[in-house]
T-cell receptor, first 115, second 112 residues
């Protein structure tokens, strides 16, 4: 079965600093990868997705992620964060061809942007 | 606007009572899902449905039940058999399994 590891449960940064949220998944021949954001007491919103093609994926709110097959990683980055980016971020993976096709979520990374 | 609605936003029940959480989508999606979210544990899949009149258990189905009589609706019943029902419940839908899911705003259930 697929598994997802978000290496940092909390990431504090200052406003306008760059940030990277790390995500690693268990090895598979092929994967679909997703990043979601959750603001307090709300549902999850899709930030970006990788299905195929270019390994650098751009999403909403200035976020981007890079798919690295050899390192089985899909780290999320933003060059300059805002206070409003404070939220919890979830990485998710699905297997596009195998029997385990459900989305598997990581446990989340809480990003706190301080002034 | 297309989207997923969950009602109510907050729900309070006494222990021993069954409670049903509503989930409706107008995205014309075939697949729908229910997740439970507890602090520090991420999302755990309760049930999912790929098509009307069919559904499968997820990772933590014990104490829960669902129905899928219409494409737009996927209600979740939290039964009295669920030992620790207090949690944040999220409904989601997708065009098909494997692809990105779209989430509703969630229902926070408190059982005392």
């Amino acid at each position: 079965a697929q598994s997802v590891t978000q290496l940092d449960s909390q990431v504090p940064v200052f406003e306008e600093a760059p940030v990277e949220l790390r995500c690693n998944y268990s090895s598979s021949v092929s994967v679909y990868l997703f990043w979601y954001v959750q603001y307090p007491n709300q549902g999850l919103q899709l930030l970006l997705k990788y299905l195929s093609g270019s390994t650098l994926v751009k999403g909403i709110n200035g976020f981007e992620a890079e798919f690295n097959k050899s390192q089985t990683s899909f780290h999320l980055r933003k060059p300059s964060v805002h206070i409003s980016d404070t939220a919890e971020y979830f990485c998710a993976v699905s297997d596009p061809v195998g029997s385990n096709y459900k989305l598997t979520f990581g446990k989340g990374t809480l990003l706190t942007v301080n002034p | 606007d297309g989207g997923i609605t969950q009602s109510p936003k907050y729900l309070f029940r006494k222990e021993g009572q069954n409670v049903t959480l509503s989930c409706e989508q107008n995205l014309n999606h075939d697949a729908m899902y229910w997740y439970r979210q507890d602090p520090g544990q991420g999302l755990r899949l309760i049930y999912y449905s790929q098509i009307v009149n069919d559904f499968q258990k997820g990772d933590i189905a014990e104490g829960y039940s669902v129905s899928r009589e219409k494409k737009e609706s996927f209600p979740l019943t939290v039964t009295s058999a669920q030992k620790n029902p207090t949690a944040f419940y999220l409904c989601a839908s997708s065009t098909a399994v494997r692809y990105e899911q779209y989430f509703g705003p969630g229902t926070r259930l408190t059982v005392t």
